[in-house]
């Protein structure tokens, strides 16, 4: 018996290394939002999405600042000027460029604007222009452009220096401005960086919305269940029936155009999405053991929505999020371009897009920045929605 | 439409793809199906059908509710009044003749045998309806006041008189007899005017405010027909075939559609969907002059202005008014902004119109101390700093309304970088749709507004008339006596009325130094500052023939044809 009851020496020795290791955890413990953002860094994506967000904001809060010029100030002289366009050379240091209506500006070199040229002669029923540059008489004969109307690849001008015709020196990019300037002579590059600044201020606004209202209303919905749900679902679902347009319309009469109505119309309506979403989610959630448990513990309801169920379904939440910022982009230059959106100067992609449009056939690159500036921003946004719903999936998880 | 004509082409393609295969084929055979496809098929049996824009869907088409250029158009084409002007010459045309008394008070007119749209004849009797309609207040016509030359008819549209009294009268059924209060010069060019027009009384009872509108209602004394309407789309009108002069008329069709959009106009011209466009985005103008052949910019009467509103605070003020007007570069506007070729303005009647003794009225007017080439910043400071505002401190922050338009946005935002740079001050830019617009103008919600006038006539009496106490043309409440919801009075106004009102009824040089006068108070008030003078810019297709537009800018399709 004695024998027994009493343990072996060897069982008191030290465990050998490998066997003290063998019940550790070998991979780190990680939580849920370490795991995501692990997830997230793998997909090439989005993060490239990611970036290209963050440059976004910086250069819409910093870039205006600085800027030497605003997105109002305007050179009536300079007006209509390319991104990159070919020069002439008239002397040793002196370069032209010929533009788009036959009219010269005087360059530098590598591309930087110095100003209107004044013609000496403006004759339009030989149609040519004559300018006296360095002493050289300059002149600029469009009578082809009438001739060769319909070749969009024909030479449509001659320069001509002192009898002599001048060809392509080189072909630049404008150092000066370097989206070109618009049809008043308004730094292009500058105006596309306060269009940002719109387009995010209205992104940022959306999400809020998305998340203090849509969350809160579609959580509250979900959890109280019943007669309070039906109210509540019924009223999302008169909001959403009225279409955007008509509530911009209708704030604009009462406020006026602007950013401000906007911002309230997409606040009035963004929500309703979101609070569809979490109400789905909450539905589910709130049959789940630890909901119970708190209950029983005495939780509030609040606490309940506001500690359980909401971080529950923040994986939805933030996928919904991330797809109705570009959403919220997209309607404000929606708007915007169809005259409903910010007043002048003030522009946003949208009124830049709608600016240019007259424009469209002879200065294609006043649209193409702001398109393209917008393209950016929804492929970013969009990219990072896709990475984080495939990150914040629970049942992806490795 | 489109379908139609598309499944047509198919079909010729197919014959014509045919016809090819039993022939040696040419070198060129790939092109020649093409080539014969797309022929038209022989003029006789085709209708000549005209697609012309007219732009805005028109507030109205009734000739004595009308007083937009749009309504306009289609009125000119659809009646057609007692005399028109066609090749610039006034000719008689519901008239046949006509007789002036010795004093020029009497105008007694003889009416040819015209019918309607319906059939029925053409009367003096619809004249007298039609005059006394626009002049009864309940009408509510805006144009009323180019009634006023007839004996009553201000008392009448004032409610002072009675209807019987206004001296427009149908002796019988071709004799209309008019008197006037003043010889007036240009009183038979007025009866070519849209307000000027007959209308059958029968009709309008029916429907008083939307016959004009409902093709089935509709009838009309012109070369053309309402045909169809649709809103926002477009209007069809056919030819008339009970107009007298119908053998003139040789298009069937004319489609008017109603793009807003000037470059949605300019890709519908260049791609051969419209005939006739009269709108063009300002960035292609310079392209435009360099290489299409069928742009022109014809003359046309008319300024383009802003208004002030003389009632509210700041530009209650004169000094503001015309800190503001001598704050801007006209040139650089017209120039680099418009590029219509426009001249820049320095008074409000545009030149070409002409004094009793064949002077230009802008030359012997002068120019108020507006220069036309540059800015006069250091007089706009100073008037500025007069009025209480030095370097535009304090200077509330003004809102500056116009009607939605790539163009009129431009020149805004211009104009306010001008005065931001000038002078210092703040403005705002609002765009209002054009029939609220309208409305605010009227009503003088606004501080700054975007205005343009186009002659109605071919007198500086069309420019100066509109700005009397009792026109509902004063848009910038500029009255020494209540009018409407106008109650703040303007003293200033009142010597202007008298002038205007002194024109009307002398001749000659007296009447020469009133229409000056006028001008001079109304700029010296800088009631409106002037911007440019306006020009047309037009594209016709060159196969579009004999089209015109009238002095005032209104198209008349009656003696076009279509020649492919």
């Known amino acids: 018996m004695a024998e027994n009851k009493s343990i072996p020496k060897t069982m008191w020795e030290p465990i050998a290394h490998e066997e003290r290791n063998k019940e550790k955890i070998s991979r780190p413990s990680v939580t849920y939002w370490q795991d995501a953002w692990r997830r997230l860094k793998q997909n090439k994506l989005s993060m490239l999405g990611l970036i290209m967000i963050a440059i976004l904001f910086t250069l819409a809060i910093f870039g205006p600042m600085i800027a030497n010029h605003t997105y109002s100030d305007q050179d009536l002289n300079l007006t209509n000027i390319p991104p990159r366009f070919e020069i002439y050379k008239i002397d040793k240091d002196t370069f032209v460029h010929v533009r788009r209506d036959y009219t010269l500006i005087q360059v530098s070199e590598d591309g930087e604007i110095l100003g209107k040229v004044e013609e000496t002669e403006d004759n339009i029923f030989q149609r040519y222009r004559a300018y006296k540059i360095e002493g050289k008489d300059i002149k600029l004969d469009y009578s082809l452009a009438a001739k060769n109307k319909d070749k969009p690849n024909a030479k449509k001008f001659m320069l001509l220096s002192d009898g002599e015709e001048l060809i392509p020196y080189k072909k630049v990019f404008n150092k000066t401005y370097w989206f070109g300037t618009d049809a008043l002579g308004r730094d292009l590059f500058i105006r596309v960086l306060y269009g940002a600044r719109i387009s995010l201020t209205v992104a940022i606004v959306a999400a809020l919305v998305n998340f203090f209202i849509g969350v809160l209303y579609g959580g509250i919905s979900g959890y109280m269940g019943g007669k309070v ?58 049959e789940q053991e630890y909901v119970l448990a708190a209950k029983t513990l005495g939780a509030s309801t609040w606490r309940i929505l506001i500690r359980h169920l909401i971080p529950n379904a923040m994986g939805p939440i933030i996928v919904a999020l991330t797809m109705q910022i570009p959403s919220a982009i997209f309607t404000e230059s929606f708007l915007s371009f169809i005259g409903l959106g910010v007043s002048a100067p003030m522009a946003s992609w949208g009124t830049l897009a709608s600016d240019a449009l ?11 920045f702001p398109s393209i500036a917008i393209c950016i921003t929804m492929l970013a946004f969009n990219f990072l929605g896709d990475g984080l719903r495939d990150a914040l999936d629970p049942r992806l998880r490795k | 439409m489109f379908k139609r004509s598309f499944a047509l082409l198919l079909v010729l393609g197919a014959f014509a793809g045919c016809a090819n295969q039993t022939e040696p084929a040419p070198a060129e055979d790939q092109e020649q199906p093409k080539d014969q ?151 038979l060019n007025l009866t070519s005017f849209y307000t000027y027009m007959p209308a059958r009384k029968d009709v309008v009872e029916k429907d008083p405010e939307g016959w004009a509108k409902n093709p089935e209602l509709a009838v009309s004394n012109g070369p053309f027909k309402l045909a169809e309407y649709s809103t926002g789309d477009k209007i069809v009108l056919v030819k008339n075939e009970n107009y007298w002069n119908v053998d003139a008329v040789k298009l069937d069709k004319i489609v008017a559609s109603m793009i807003v959009d000037q470059s949605t106009q300019l890709t519908a011209y260049e791609s051969g969907e419209l ?22 910019i014809l003359p046309l009467l008319g300024t383009y202005y802003y208004i002030f509103n003389v009632d509210k605070e700041p530009t209650n003020d004169v000094r503001v008014r015309k800190a503001l007007a001598l704050a801007i570069d006209r040139k650089a506007i017209t120039e680099q902004v418009t590029k219509r070729g426009e001249t820049p303005a320095t008074g409000y009647v545009p030149p070409t119109l002409k004094l009793s003794n064949g002077k230009e009225f802008r030359e012997v007017a002068g120019d108020y101390g507006i220069d036309p080439n540059k800015a006069q910043v250091e007089e706009a400071r100073k008037l500025l700093a007069e009025a209480g505002y030095p370097n535009g ?143 047309d810019p037009t594209l016709v297709k060159e196969y579009v023939k004999d089209w015109e537009k009238t002095p005032l800018g209104h198209w008349y399709f009656g003696n076009a044809y279509i020649e492919k």
């Open chain 2, 37 to 187: 496809a797309e022929e038209p098929a022989p003029a006789e049996d085709k209708e000549m059908v005209l697609r012309w824009n007219l732009g805005s869907d028109p507030k109205t088409i009734d000739p004595q509710l009308n007083s937009a250029s749009d309504g306009g158009h289609i009125i000119n084409n659809t009646f057609e009044g007692l005399m028109r002007e066609v090749n610039g010459k006034l000719q008689p045309a519901m008239a046949e003749s006509y007789e002036v008394s010795d004093d020029g008070l009497t105008y007694t007119f003889k009416l040819r045998d015209a019918k309607w749209s319906d059939g029925k004849p053409v009367t003096a009797h619809d004249f007298e309806y039609a005059w006394k309609r626009a002049l009864n207040p309940e009408t509510g016509s805006e144009y009323a006041f180019q009634m006023f030359y007839i004996k009553g008819g201000q008392e009448y549209f004032e409610g002072k008189g009675k209807v019987e009294d206004v001296a427009v009268k149908a002796l019988d059924d071709k004799t209309l007899e008019v008197t006037l209060n003043a010889p007036t010069p240009y009183f």
């Open chain 2, 393 to 535: 401190e304090g200077f509330p922050t003004l809102e500056l309304v116009y009607n939605t338009s790539e163009n009129h946005k431009a020149i805004a935002e211009a104009i306010q970088e001008m005065w931001k740079q000038n002078l210092g001050i703040n403005v705002t830019l609002t765009n209002q749709e054009w029939a609220v617009f309208q409305d605010t103008r009227h009503q003088g919600n606004f501080s700054i507004a975007r205005a343009g006038w186009l002659a109605d006539y071919a007198d500086p009496m069309t420019f100066l008339d509109m700005w009397t106490s009792y026109s509902g043309n004063n848009d910038a409440q500029w009255r020494w006596q209540k009018y409407g919801n106008d109650t703040k009075l303007n003293p200033s106004n009142k010597r202007f009325e008298e002038l205007i009102e002194k024109a009307k009824t002398v001749t000659g040089e007296e009447r020469d130094s009133a229409l000056l006068e006028a001008e001079k108070i109304m700029m010296d008030e800088m009631i409106v500052m002037p911007i440019y003078y306006y020009t």
């Open chain 1, 358 to 368: 007259g424009g469209l056939r002879t200065y294609a690159y006043q649209l193409f």
């Open chain 2, 275 to 296: 005939d006739a466009i009269d709108e063009v985005p300002t960035q292609e103008i310079p392209r435009l002059l360099a290489e299409e052949p069928t742009f022109q």
């Open chain 1, 229 to 286: 749900d039906n109210v509540m679902m019924r009223i999302v679902d008169i909001v959403s029936t009225v279409p955007l347009m008509l509530y911009v319309i209708m704030l604009m009469v009462v406020m006026g155009a602007g950013l401000k109505t906007i911002i309230i119309a997409l606040g009035l309506t963004y929500w309703v999405r979101m609070a569809r979403i979490v109400r789905g989610q909450v539905l589910s959630l709130k």
